[in-house]
C-alpha cells in the first residue's frame, strides 16, 4: 500500500500548495465521457513488464428502464479498470458515475474468480462525501479440486481525496474525484468427515484488493493503481496442504495514453 499513500500524499501537497481556499474550486461533473465512438489508451505496468489496453464505447442497453452505456476491450485485457469498466455498463447521473453488472475478479492465485453482481455501484461522486459510497456483501459456495468452498466478500467504493488543478492564467480551478475499490475476502473450505461437515478456514477476513482512481473532467479515468496482498491460514497442523501459494502481494499502475471523446 506503500505507493498508493504516497500517490495520496502527493495529492494533498498539491491541492494545499496550488489552492488555499478549496472551498473556491470549480466543480465540473463530465468526469467519465460516454458519447458514442470514444476511446481511451492506456500503458498497465506490473512486476512482469509492460502491456497496453485499448477501452472503447460499444453502444448501449436499457437495464430497469434506465439507459446504460457498454464498454469494450480489446484481448487480451491485463488493467484491473479496463476489466472492470468493460465487464459492467455505466450510466451518469449529475453527480455520480454508477456500474452495473456482474464483475469477475480472481485476487487470490489458484482459486477460481469470484463472481460479483453489482447494480448501480457508485464509481464516484463530485459532490465528494466522505467515506464509503457503495458497498455489496455477499456469501457464494464454490467448488477447488472437488472440495466446496464458502467465500464471503465485500466490495466497496470510497471517496477517496479530491485533487486540485488551477489554470492560473484564467484564474479558474478545477476539482477531481479520487475514489478507490476495495475487496475483501473470507474463505472457508468445508470438509465432509463422514455424516459431518467441518468448515475450515481458509482465508481469515481480510481486505486483498484495493484499486485507487483519478478520474479527470471531459477525459475519464487517467490513473489507475493497484494493489493484492493476501495470506492464507497455516494449515500445515491439520495435515492440509493447499496446492496454491500461502501468500502473494503484487502491485499495478494504469495509466492514460491517448484518447478521443466523441469523434
Known amino acids: 500500500m506503500k505507493n498508493i499513500y504516497l500517490f495520496l500524499l502527493a495529492i494533498v501537497l498539491l491541492s494545499c500548495s496550488n489552492n488555499d481556499d478549496n472551498s473556491q474550486a470549480e466543480i465540473e461533473t463530465n468526469f467519465f465521457p460516454l458519447e ?3 476511446y481511451w489508451t492506456y500503458t498497465n505496468t506490473n512486476e512482469q513488464g509492460q ?9 448501449t442497453e436499457i437495464i430497469s428502464n434506465q ?3 457498454n464498454l469494450d476491450a480489446q484481448i487480451p485485457r491485463t488493467g484491473f479498470m479496463t476489466v472492470f469498466l468493460s465487464e459492467t455498463a455505466l450510466r451518469k447521473t449529475e453527480t455520480q458515475l454508477l456500474a452495473t453488472g ?10 477460481p474468480t469470484i463472481d460479483i453482481p453489482i447494480t448501480d455501484f457508485i464509481l464516484y461522486d463530485t459532490t465528494f462525501p466522505n467515506g464509503e459510497l457503495s458497498s455489496v456483501t455477499n456469501t457464494i459456495e464454490q467448488e477447488f479440486q472437488g472440495i466446496p468452498f464458502e467465500v464471503t466478500y465485500t466490495l466497496s467504493s470510497n471517496h477517496v481525496a479530491i485533487l486540485i488543478e488551477d489554470d492560473f492564467e484564467n484564474g479558474t480551478s478545477s476539482s477531481s474525484p479520487v475514489t478507490d475499490i476495495k475487496l475483501t475476502l473470507a474463505i472457508t473450505a468445508l470438509i465432509e468427515a463422514g455424516p459431518i461437515t467441518i468448515p475450515v478456514p481458509i482465508l481469515s477476513e481480510q481486505e486483498v484488493l484495493t484499486a485507487v482512481n ?8 487517467t490513473y489507475s493503481e493497484v494493489e493484492i496482498s493476501y495470506q492464507l491460514e497455516d494449515l500445515s497442523g491439520l495435515g492440509i496442504e493447499l496446492p496454491i501459494p500461502e501468500e502473494g502481494m503484487s502491485s499495478a499502475t494504469q495509466i492514460l495514453d491517448t484518447f478521443s471523446i466523441g469523434n
Do not use: R
Open 67 to 69: 439507459e446504460y452505456t
Open 51 to 59: 502491456t497496453k489496453d485499448s477501452l472503447f464505447v460499444v453502444g
Open 102 to 111: 456482474n464483475l469477475g475478479i480472481a485476487p487470490v492465485d489458484g482459486l
Open 214 to 221: 483519478t478520474y479527470v473532467n471531459n477525459i475519464g479515468l
Open 36 to 38: 458514442a465512438n470514444s
